[in-house]
Nanobody
Framework: QVHLVESGGGSVQAGGSLRLSCVAS????????MGWFRQVPGKPREGVAV???????AYRNSVKGRFTISRDNAENILYLEMNNLTLDDAATYYC??????????????????????????????YGQGTQVIVSS
């Protein structure tokens, strides 16, 4: 089992920045891919960015150039640096982890690769979420 705890959410004006963190504990040696997902009420959870263990990254189109995902494997911490936030970025953000070694994003989708198949939004472990509020 992997336990994930997010922090860093808050309220910011459009154009502002936030940095999210996620600390992993438990069976952290089993973690391959990690990622950030987000969800607003009434809509499905959507992938934001993913990162493989060797720090290969991928992003959904709408956050490219504004968000940066990174990880510290020694400390088992995942980060998401968010700049130039827009109203569309407001959501609850969830940290995710999965044993698979390969993951990526294409267009608006982020996925884990297992057994030759793309599993969208289907990471093995998720945190409880941290809320990001963006005001105009």
């Amino acid at each position: 089992q992997v336990h994930l705890v997010e922090s860093g959410g808050g309220s910011v004006q459009a154009g502002g920045s936030l940095r999210l963190s996620c600390v992993a504990s438990g069976s952290t040696d089993s973690i391959g891919c990690m990622g950030w997902f987000r969800q607003v009420p009434g809509k499905p959870r959507e992938g934001v960015a993913v990162i493989e263990r060797d720090s290969q990254t991928a992003y959904r189109n709408s956050v490219k150039g504004r968000f940066t995902i990174s990880r510290d494997n020694a400390e088992n911490i995942l980060y998401l640096e968010m700049n130039n936030l827009t109203l569309d970025d407001a959501a609850t953000y969830y940290c995710a982890a999965d044993p698979t070694e390969k993951c990526s994003c294409v267009g608006i989708y982020c996925y884990a690769l297992r057994d030759g198949r793309k599993w969208e939004r289907d990471f093995g472990f998720y945190g409880q979420g941290t809320q990001v509020i963006v005001s105009s």
